[in-house]
């Protein structure tokens, strides 16, 4: 997906929030307070992170709360974030949909009376100067990884193959060069295959070439090593979720079995 193609982006971030909203719908209390994946966080604390980030980049107000427990934050963006998440553990997890509901209809409404060059003009993201467009993408991606992390604590799949699904899995592929070059240490004019099995489908052979690794179209010898898995567990891996030893059962390696383990290990793009 290209940033040009800014209305895709539109209806997959649309199309979370309304799968946000029918997935939440269908939550108890208790369910609601299950812990996810995402260090100190229930189900509820994501879907409040997702409503200050929206606040926030809407210009709709910060909170003034500050929480007191900061053991599991890593940096600025966690702390500002965990204010946010701290200030709605009061509320039933109905109340945080609600708003979440009426934050995202506003946020709707918004885009969809913006101009196209709100979307084309550059702006400051998360990875630097870029246009809004990507900016939204990451939005997008963002607000999926957390419906994931929301479903897998609870057992209930959904949105595997997505419109959202197709652009996190694409995003995080972007660091894949990296991830087999300088963190998992392939060797110089060696090659990989990554093969993303579904529901989301990808597949990368990744050369490294002078010492930089590049996806390449045909490797020049026979790949060294490939590892296949489906995309729920790469979107794991990839965002830090569990690390690669306890899905080592999802992992299928071939050739340098040591290799791949360090791919697998070596996945986590996030901050």
């Not at 039933?92 to 995202?104: C, K, M, P, R």
């Not at 010898?221 to 690390?243: C, H, Q, W, Y």
């Amino acid at each position: 997906m290209t940033t040009d193609n800014y209305k895709l982006t539109l209806q997959s971030l649309y199309e979370t929030w309304v799968a946000l909203a029918e997935f939440g719908a269908s939550l108890t209390e208790d369910q609601w307070k299950t812990p996810t994946k995402c260090p100190g966080w229930s189900v509820q604390d994501n879907l409040s992170h997702l409503i200050g980030t929206e606040r926030s980049l809407g210009g709709l107000g910060d909170t003034t709360h500050k929480a007191t427990n900061l053991e599991h934050v890593k940096n600025p963006i966690g702390e500002m974030n965990e204010h946010q998440v701290d200030a709605r553990r009061s509320l039933s997890g109905a109340a945080v949909l609600q708003e979440f509901n009426e934050i995202t209809k506003l946020r709707k409404a918004f885009f969809d009376a913006a101009p196209e060059n709100f979307f084309t003009d550059e702006t400051m993201t998360p990875i630097g100067k870029a246009p809004m467009a990507t900016f939204l993408q990451i939005r997008a991606m963002d607000c999926w990884v957390h419906e994931q992390d929301m479903r897998r604590a609870l057992g209930k799949p959904g949105s595997e193959a997505s419109i959202s699904a197709e652009l996190s899995v694409d995003r995080l592929c972007r660091t894949l060069p990296m991830v087999v070059g300088k963190r998992a240490q392939t060797p110089d004019g060696a090659s990989v295959v990554i093969n993303i099995t579904g529901p989301v489908k990808r597949k990368f052979v990744i050369s490294v070439i002078d010492g930089r690794a590049t996806v390449v179209e045909t490797p020049k010898d026979k790949p060294v090593m490939e590892i296949s898995f489906d995309s729920n567990t790469f979107v794991e891996l990839a965002t830090g979720r569990t690390p690669g030893e306890q899905l080592r059962d999802k992992i299928e390696i071939t050739g340098d079995v040591a290799l791949g383990e360090r791919v697998a290990n070596s996945l986590n793009m996030m901050i």
